[in-house]
């Protein structure tokens, strides 16, 4: 009986030890969401999935290093990090689009601090928009009508390089090739009026598709897209 | 009682056991102190051979896959077909920042200008070499991260508190390739003239490393305009296009200094009657090898020995269970040109688009530039004697083809057991087979033995050679606007390849220029190089697929897609009584491993400098695109 007993001593301190630990040396895990949309005039900005970024930076903890946070292809994003101040800023070049510069000293870089859940549309001026996307299918082929307007005019204008329909199988559609298989050149003679259509490859199985056209800016690497819409046969 | 007794014991020791200064203040046995090291002319070499151990090549003959990305051939390898599956590279890659190196070689340079041991003549040489090396180092260095501080002094911590005076900012991309031209315009005439110097740094080797950077430098002054993304406002990246002639011109001095034997009997090596197997023993004839300038060397039964051939031997009757890892893509091999100097797909169907039966398994490769049997063990060829068995299956008359899983499988074909698959493959998705329908040539070892792990490889990694002088020579004075000075080198390198059609003054374009690069330093680890500094990188790697018309398109093309590696086929015919009968066929593949295509990012044209760099040195910008 006394052996019991100082078995049952150790193992109540063991299972103390293991419930208690953790909550001494661990820290508490982020737990304010930060979302919303990279936004022109209100509509969100269509990109690549995952492929245009900003970073959040919170000053004051030693060792800077950025938060990097991922666009989805709708333009809208999302992180769970920590309360606190921060600064949102794009790299250069970051995505088909220029940042607002909100005044002379701090550039185009947003402070905005945390305590809570948070929604934040960032405004950004894109170089074209894709607009009045209307997407049929007939038979095998999907034609794509839409406009694309140019936003950025004047020394800063750059010119449409192509346009091309993308079809996939899954939601993500885009440029990248995982994520297309198939798509279609239009012709960029009259920008205001662009169709172009392209094929369903034979080994589709589903009987859906999603498309979305995407505008290829000259001397800029993502592209900017219409909304992915999905076709039913 | 006990008590007083230890006590007088510890007494005892503590009085008695440390009046010996003799016993403690001994020489360390595993520290040479500063005075020592740097006196005797043997210890200040075995420093130096430590720096020269830490030189930093982009490819070498150490890491298989360094020497082979860029779709230039598939890998072969389960634990590499990641790189065929993925779409992009990070912004960090093949970033280096390895200041410690630079303070070793600052810290020696010291040591041996300060030294009053060693013999003039020997503290001459040393510090050149030392002072090569530190120029390499910043040559490679400003190859991958644009402009960085330019740390010639060892620096030392005064323990203030304040750090600032230790921060340096980038220079610019410019001064840093300067710093290399003229550091090798001042060491050249330290250095031996001494053609089998090829370890050690030697004339040759300076002026081959001021000929290379001086043409990076231009290209990038030149064809760094065509994408301002990738530059810097302060010049940390990009060089101003005014620059380019001055470089170009810098370039094509030095390499004809190399080429008239300025630096010792340097020529192209043309030791052996088969023209392929002289190109391919350029990489591992190290008997008095003219070609060679300056090399990372090996030795068997010492700890400096790779495992090239171990790991890339064809597969079949191998001296190890592995090999056949780097197989050389259709992309690449494709693109030697006919002997007539003529671009032309391997001829694999005819005009009507059935396909041709050729006798013998190896005829579709013949008559081609030598070099590609150099370079490439095409199915047909040997190695140590051994010819390869690379064939895909049995095509037989209906169409249907009959193939294995496993190497050299035996199946049931009209009523008869014959092998339908290679010892070598391809077969989809096994490694260590040639799934590509090739294997690498180039730096395997012929010596027995070489494919063991007991005994391994000696071959040597050129780094410098006289074939790229020439090129590089070419290409600067084509830039120039020299067009027949430069056809006058294109030819010397072609002839040596069998060649017979010779290129004319008007013959000569960058394309031109860029292929020839292409395909005679392949997996040298330039290829890479050439392709940023031209600024056509994210135009060769742009994210698409390529298609099967179009692999066979634009053979020459400097920008002709590169995003995947395609391989080609052998097929027997089985088909009794017809004139093909056990004829081969061949078909273009891509390995079913290849699931995506590679894109290169604005951002990946220098690497992104590490984040601790820029919080520890505020100076310092980041690079463009990151």
Excluded at chain 1, 138 to 161: H, L
Excluded at chain 2, 23 to 28: D, I, K, S, T
Excluded at chain 2, 572 to 583: L, T
């Amino acid at each position: 009986m006394k052996t019991l007993k100082f078995k049952y001593y150790w193992i109540c301190l063991c299972v103390c030890g293991i419930f208690t630990s953790c909550g001494v040396d661990n820290f508490d895990e982020p737990d304010t969401f930060f979302s919303g949309r990279v936004v022109y005039e209100g509509e969100p900005v269509q990109v690549r999935h995952g492929e245009v970024r900003f970073q959040l930076w919170q000053p004051g903890y030693g060792d800077p290093g950025p938060i990097e946070v991922p666009l989805n292809q709708d333009g809208s994003f999302s992180i769970k990090t920590f309360h606190g101040d921060y600064k949102l800023v794009f790299v250069n070049n970051a995505g088909p689009f220029q940042t607002e510069i909100i005044n002379e000293e701090q550039r185009d870089t947003i402070f905005f601090t945390l305590n809570g859940e948070k929604t934040l549309d960032v405004d950004v001026k894109p170089y074209f928009m894709v607009e009045n996307t209307e997407f049929s299918l007939s038979g095998n082929t999907v034609n794509a009508r839409c406009s694309i307007r140019q936003i950025i005019t004047g020394e800063e204008a750059r010119e449409v390089e192509r346009v091309t329909l993308y079809l996939n199988n899954t939601a993500f559609v885009s440029d990248n090739d995982l994520e297309n298989y198939a798509n279609a050149n239009a012709d960029t003679a009259d920008l205001n009026a662009i169709e172009v259509s392209a094929e369903i490859p034979d080994d589709n199985t589903r009987n859906y598709v999603f498309a979305r056209i995407g505008v290829k800016i000259s001397g800029v690497e993502s592209l900017i897209f219409s909304p992915v819409e999905k076709l039913e046969f | 009682m006990k008590k007083y007794i230890y006590t007088l014991i510890a007494l005892t020791l503590w009085l008695g056991g440390c009046n010996d200064d003799d016993f403690l203040n001994r020489e360390p046995t595993q520290i040479i102190p500063t005075d020592k090291a740097y006196n005797s002319p043997e210890l200040t070499l075995s420093i130096l051979a430590d720096l020269y151990n830490r030189y930093y090549d982009f490819g070498t003959v150490e890491s298989w896959q360094s020497l082979s990305g860029f779709n230039m051939a598939f890998w072969s390898d389960n634990g590499s077909y990641g790189a065929f599956q993925n779409n992009r590279w990070g912004y960090g890659d093949w970033r280096t920042w390895d200041y410690g190196y630079i303070r070793d070689i600052n810290i020696f340079i010291q040591g041996v200008t300060d030294s009053e041991g060693l013999e003039e003549e020997d503290k001459t040489r040393f510090i050149a070499e030392a002072r090569f090396l530190r120029a390499s180092y910043y040559f490679t260095m400003v190859k991958r991260m644009g402009g960085v501080p330019l740390i010639l002094e060892p620096m030392e911590y005064d323990y203030s508190g304040d750090p600032t005076y230790l921060q340096h900012p980038r220079e610019t991309e410019a001064a840093i390739y300067d710093f290399v031209i003229a550091e090798a315009e001042e060491i050249m005439e330290m250095l031996p003239d001494d053609v089998n110097s090829k370890s050690r740094a030697s004339m040759g080797a300076a002026l081959a490393m001021q000929c290379r950077a001086a043409l990076y430098a231009g290209s990038i002054a030149k064809y760094g305009s065509t994408i301002p993304q990738v530059s810097l406002p302060g010049g940390e990246v990009g060089i101003p296009a005014d620059r380019a002639n001055g470089y170009y011109t810098a370039a094509l001095q030095a390499a004809q200094r190399i080429i008239d034997g300025e630096a010792g009997a340097y020529a192209l090596y043309q030791k052996k009657p088969d023209l392929a197997d002289n190109f391919a023993s350029i990489f591992y004839d190290k008997a008095s090898n003219p070609e060679a300038i300056f090399v990372e060397d090996y030795k068997l039964q010492t700890g400096k020995r790779h495992g090239f051939t171990i790991s890339n031997q064809p597969r079949f009757g191998a001296e190890e269970e592995e090999g056949g890892r780097i197989n050389p893509s259709l992309n690449f091999v494709q693109s030697f040109e006919t002997l007539e100097g003529e671009f032309a797909p391997l001829p694999n169907k005819d005009a009507s688009g059935a396909y041709i039966a050729y006798d013998n398994i190896g005829d579709i490769f013949e008559n081609r530039d030598a070099r590609l049997q150099g370079t490439v063990i095409v199915p047909g060829s040997s190695f140590k004697g051994r010819e390869v068995d690379i064939f895909a299956g049995i095509q037989m008359p209906d169409g249907s083809v009959i193939s294995g899983d496993s190497r050299g499988q035996s199946k049931d074909v009209d009523g008869t057991s014959v092998q339908v698959v290679g010892f070598d493959g391809p077969i989809d998705g096994l490694e260590h087979v040639a799934q590509s329908g090739f294997y690498i040539r180039k730096y395997q070892d012929p010596k027995d033995g070489s494919g063991q792990r007991g005994v391994m490889s000696d071959v040597w990694f050129i780094r410098y050679r006289f074939g790229e002088v020439l090129l590089n020579a070419a290409e600067a004075a084509f830039e120039l606007g020299q067009s027949d000075v430069a056809a006058d080198y294109m030819n010397r390198v072609r002839e040596r390849a069998g060649i017979t059609v010779p290129l004319t003054p008007g013959d000569i374009t960058f394309d031109r220029i860029a292929h020839e690069r292409y395909v005679e330093l392949a997996f040298e680890g330039l290829y890479f190089f050439d392709l940023k500094r031209w600024r056509i990188a994210h135009l060769v790697m742009d994210g698409s697929e390529i298609t099967e018309s179009g692999i066979t398109q634009n053979i020459g093309s400097a920008t002709k897609r590169q995003t995947q590696p395609y391989g080609i086929w052998p097929y027997k015919v089985y088909n009794p009584g017809n004139a093909d009968h056990e004829k081969y066929i061949y078909k273009i593949v891509r390995p079913s491993r290849v699931t995506a295509s590679d894109r290169f990012r604005f951002g990946n044209y220098y690497s992104e400098i590490a984040q601790d760099v820029l919080n520890n040195n505020p100076k310092i910008v980041k690079n463009p695109n990151h």
